[in-house]
Protein backbone atom coordinates (compact mmCIF):
# COMPACT_ATOMS: atom_id res chain seq x y z
CA UNK A 1 0.00 0.00 0.00
CA UNK A 2 2.26 2.81 1.44
CA UNK A 3 5.90 3.27 2.28
CA UNK A 4 6.10 4.22 5.55
CA UNK A 5 9.43 5.20 7.06
CA UNK A 6 9.46 4.80 10.94
CA UNK A 7 12.33 7.29 12.75
CA UNK A 8 12.54 5.84 16.45
CA UNK A 9 15.46 5.46 19.25
CA UNK A 10 13.69 2.75 21.45
CA UNK A 11 13.79 -0.70 19.59
CA UNK A 12 10.69 -1.64 20.97
CA UNK A 13 8.74 0.93 20.33
CA UNK A 14 10.41 0.68 16.50
CA UNK A 15 9.07 -3.06 16.24
CA UNK A 16 6.07 -2.42 17.50
CA UNK A 17 5.14 0.38 15.12
CA UNK A 18 6.82 -1.74 12.18
CA UNK A 19 5.22 -4.89 12.72
CA UNK A 20 1.73 -3.56 13.10
CA UNK A 21 2.15 -1.09 9.89
CA UNK A 22 3.62 -4.19 7.98
CA UNK A 23 0.50 -6.40 9.12
CA UNK A 24 -2.03 -3.39 7.67
CA UNK A 25 -0.35 -4.08 4.60
CA UNK A 26 2.68 -1.38 4.70
CA UNK A 27 6.09 -1.38 3.43
CA UNK A 28 8.48 -0.01 6.38
CA UNK A 29 11.84 1.24 6.94
CA UNK A 30 12.98 2.12 10.04
CA UNK A 31 15.64 4.34 11.40
CA UNK A 32 17.23 4.70 15.17
CA UNK A 33 18.66 8.23 14.36
CA UNK A 34 18.49 11.39 11.98
CA UNK A 35 21.40 10.82 10.26
CA UNK A 36 20.62 7.39 8.80
CA UNK A 37 16.94 9.06 8.19
CA UNK A 38 18.47 11.73 5.77
CA UNK A 39 20.46 9.54 3.75
CA UNK A 40 17.93 7.08 3.12
CA UNK A 41 15.45 10.05 1.88
CA UNK A 42 18.13 11.20 -0.67
CA UNK A 43 17.59 7.63 -2.13
CA UNK A 44 13.96 7.33 -2.03
CA UNK A 45 11.01 9.19 -0.74
CA UNK A 46 8.17 7.85 1.53
CA UNK A 47 4.36 8.61 1.45
CA UNK A 48 4.28 9.09 5.00
CA UNK A 49 6.51 9.12 8.50
CA UNK A 50 6.41 8.52 11.82
CA UNK A 51 8.90 10.68 13.52
CA UNK A 52 9.86 10.52 17.50
CA UNK A 53 10.77 14.07 19.00
CA UNK A 54 13.70 12.43 20.90
CA UNK A 55 16.43 11.32 19.00
CA UNK A 56 20.03 10.81 19.66
CA UNK A 57 21.38 12.96 17.35
CA UNK A 58 18.79 15.45 16.57
CA UNK A 59 15.15 16.78 17.77
CA UNK A 60 12.30 15.38 15.65
CA UNK A 61 11.14 19.13 16.11
CA UNK A 62 14.19 20.46 13.76
CA UNK A 63 14.11 17.75 11.58
CA UNK A 64 9.90 18.37 10.58
CA UNK A 65 11.61 21.96 10.23
CA UNK A 66 14.26 20.84 7.93
CA UNK A 67 11.55 18.68 5.88
CA UNK A 68 9.12 21.71 5.61
CA UNK A 69 11.72 23.91 4.51
CA UNK A 70 12.75 21.72 1.10
CA UNK A 71 10.46 21.79 -1.82
CA UNK A 72 10.80 17.89 -2.48
CA UNK A 73 9.50 17.14 1.11
CA UNK A 74 7.47 20.00 2.28
CA UNK A 75 4.32 18.11 1.75
CA UNK A 76 5.07 14.52 2.94
CA UNK A 77 2.66 13.74 5.30
CA UNK A 78 4.31 13.52 9.17
CA UNK A 79 3.14 12.14 12.40
CA UNK A 80 5.04 13.16 14.98
CA UNK A 81 4.82 10.59 18.15
CA UNK A 82 6.05 11.89 21.89
CA UNK A 83 5.90 10.96 25.64
CA UNK A 84 2.72 11.61 27.14
CA UNK A 85 4.30 14.25 29.29
CA UNK A 86 5.78 16.62 26.37
CA UNK A 87 3.01 18.36 25.74
CA UNK A 88 4.96 21.36 24.62
CA UNK A 89 6.59 19.09 21.80
CA UNK A 90 3.60 18.01 20.26
CA UNK A 91 2.68 22.06 20.46
CA UNK A 92 5.79 22.92 18.78
CA UNK A 93 5.94 19.78 16.34
CA UNK A 94 1.99 21.11 14.83
CA UNK A 95 3.67 24.01 14.46
CA UNK A 96 6.42 23.02 12.81
CA UNK A 97 4.56 21.55 10.12
CA UNK A 98 3.26 17.79 11.38
CA UNK A 99 0.27 16.64 9.90
CA UNK A 100 -0.81 14.66 13.17
CA UNK A 101 0.72 13.61 16.47
CA UNK A 102 0.73 10.32 18.91
CA UNK A 103 1.58 10.14 22.75
CA UNK A 104 3.29 6.96 24.06
CA UNK A 105 2.22 5.17 25.09
CA UNK A 106 -0.58 4.83 22.14
CA UNK A 107 -2.58 1.46 20.99
CA UNK A 108 -1.60 -0.33 17.89
CA UNK A 109 -5.17 0.58 16.63
CA UNK A 110 -4.85 4.02 17.46
CA UNK A 111 -2.00 4.14 15.16
CA UNK A 112 -3.10 2.81 12.33
CA UNK A 113 -5.92 4.42 12.28
CA UNK A 114 -3.98 7.64 12.40
CA UNK A 115 -1.67 6.33 9.49
CA UNK A 116 -5.01 5.50 7.26
CA UNK A 117 -6.60 9.18 7.80
CA UNK A 118 -3.42 10.67 7.16
CA UNK A 119 -2.70 8.70 4.17
CA UNK A 120 -6.67 9.25 3.00
CA UNK A 121 -6.59 12.84 3.34
CA UNK A 122 -3.06 12.95 1.24
CA UNK A 123 -4.87 10.82 -1.48
CA UNK A 124 -7.37 13.08 -1.91
CA UNK A 125 -5.11 15.74 -2.41
CA UNK A 126 -3.65 13.70 -5.63
CA UNK A 127 -6.40 12.79 -7.71
CA UNK A 128 -7.10 14.26 -10.71
CA UNK A 129 -10.22 15.65 -10.22
CA UNK A 130 -11.71 17.74 -7.00
CA UNK A 131 -16.07 18.66 -6.74
CA UNK A 132 -17.76 20.71 -4.80
CA UNK A 133 -21.21 20.93 -6.49
CA UNK A 134 -20.80 23.29 -9.81
CA UNK A 135 -17.23 24.03 -8.65
CA UNK A 136 -14.38 21.27 -10.74
CA UNK A 137 -10.69 21.93 -9.73
CA UNK A 138 -8.29 19.77 -11.95
CA UNK A 139 -4.91 19.24 -10.36
CA UNK A 140 -3.60 17.43 -13.58
CA UNK A 141 -4.16 21.12 -15.62
CA UNK A 142 -4.25 23.20 -12.51
CA UNK A 143 -7.43 24.76 -13.86
CA UNK A 144 -10.70 25.55 -12.23
CA UNK A 145 -14.20 25.86 -13.24
CA UNK A 146 -17.75 26.67 -12.12
CA UNK A 147 -20.75 24.70 -14.13
CA UNK A 148 -17.94 23.92 -16.64
CA UNK A 149 -17.19 27.81 -16.94
CA UNK A 150 -13.12 28.73 -17.04
CA UNK A 151 -12.35 30.58 -13.78
CA UNK A 152 -8.97 32.85 -13.76
CA UNK A 153 -7.40 32.66 -10.48
CA UNK A 154 -4.25 33.03 -9.00
CA UNK A 155 -1.67 30.48 -8.16
CA UNK A 156 -2.35 31.24 -4.25
CA UNK A 157 -6.21 31.44 -4.82
CA UNK A 158 -6.24 27.76 -6.30
CA UNK A 159 -4.24 26.36 -3.53
CA UNK A 160 -6.76 28.34 -1.20
CA UNK A 161 -9.88 26.87 -2.43
CA UNK A 162 -8.16 23.22 -2.83
CA UNK A 163 -7.16 23.23 0.74
CA UNK A 164 -10.94 24.38 1.34
CA UNK A 165 -12.73 21.73 -0.25
CA UNK A 166 -10.19 18.66 1.07
CA UNK A 167 -11.34 19.84 3.86
CA UNK A 168 -14.93 20.68 3.32
CA UNK A 169 -17.10 20.62 6.11
CA UNK A 170 -14.58 21.58 8.88
CA UNK A 171 -13.52 24.91 9.64
CA UNK A 172 -10.07 26.08 9.46
CA UNK A 173 -8.30 28.40 10.94
CA UNK A 174 -6.19 31.54 9.58
CA UNK A 175 -3.40 30.47 11.41
CA UNK A 176 -4.22 26.65 9.47
CA UNK A 177 -4.75 28.16 6.28
CA UNK A 178 -1.55 30.55 6.35
CA UNK A 179 0.50 27.96 7.09
CA UNK A 180 -0.46 25.48 4.47
CA UNK A 181 -1.06 27.61 1.82
CA UNK A 182 1.49 30.38 2.05
CA UNK A 183 4.36 28.01 3.74
CA UNK A 184 5.72 27.98 7.34
CA UNK A 185 8.05 30.85 6.77
CA UNK A 186 6.05 32.82 5.46
CA UNK A 187 6.08 35.98 7.63
CA UNK A 188 3.06 38.09 6.63
CA UNK A 189 -0.24 38.84 8.18
CA UNK A 190 -3.21 36.21 8.76
CA UNK A 191 -5.17 39.35 6.67
CA UNK A 192 -3.63 38.07 3.42
CA UNK A 193 -6.27 35.00 3.99
CA UNK A 194 -9.26 37.56 4.54
CA UNK A 195 -8.44 39.38 1.26
CA UNK A 196 -7.54 36.39 -0.68
CA UNK A 197 -10.86 34.89 0.47
CA UNK A 198 -12.78 38.17 -0.77
CA UNK A 199 -11.44 37.94 -4.14
CA UNK A 200 -11.96 34.00 -4.56
CA UNK A 201 -15.23 34.78 -3.35
CA UNK A 202 -16.07 37.37 -6.68
CA UNK A 203 -14.40 35.10 -8.24
CA UNK A 204 -16.67 32.34 -8.15
CA UNK A 205 -19.99 34.04 -8.30
CA UNK A 206 -22.83 32.89 -6.47
CA UNK A 207 -20.55 29.68 -6.04
CA UNK A 208 -18.31 31.60 -3.87
CA UNK A 209 -21.50 31.88 -1.16
CA UNK A 210 -20.24 28.34 -0.30
CA UNK A 211 -16.93 29.62 1.29
CA UNK A 212 -18.67 30.99 4.86
CA UNK A 213 -16.92 32.81 7.55
CA UNK A 214 -16.76 31.84 11.07
CA UNK A 215 -16.33 34.14 13.31
CA UNK A 216 -12.91 34.91 15.45
CA UNK A 217 -12.20 31.25 13.83
CA UNK A 218 -11.48 31.52 10.01
CA UNK A 219 -13.67 29.68 7.56
CA UNK A 220 -15.01 26.29 6.26
CA UNK A 221 -16.89 25.86 2.72
CA UNK A 222 -20.23 23.86 2.78
Known amino acids: MALIYI ?3 DESIQEIEAVSLKTAGHEV ?3 GNAKTFYAKLEELLPDLIVLDVMLPDENGNEIIKKLRNRPETRRLPVIMVTAKTAEMDLVRGIENGADDYL ?3 FSVMELISRVKA ?5 TVEQEEKLLFHEIEINNIRHSLSVS ?3 INVTYKEYELLKY ?3 NKGNVLSRDQIMERVWGTDYEGETRT ?3 HIKTL ?3 LGTAGEYIKTVRNVGYVIE
Open 193 to 195: VDM
Open 148 to 150: GEP
Open 29 to 31: LSF
Open 7 to 9: VED
Open 118 to 122: LLRRT
Open 201 to 203: RQK
Open 164 to 166: LII
Open 103 to 105: KKP
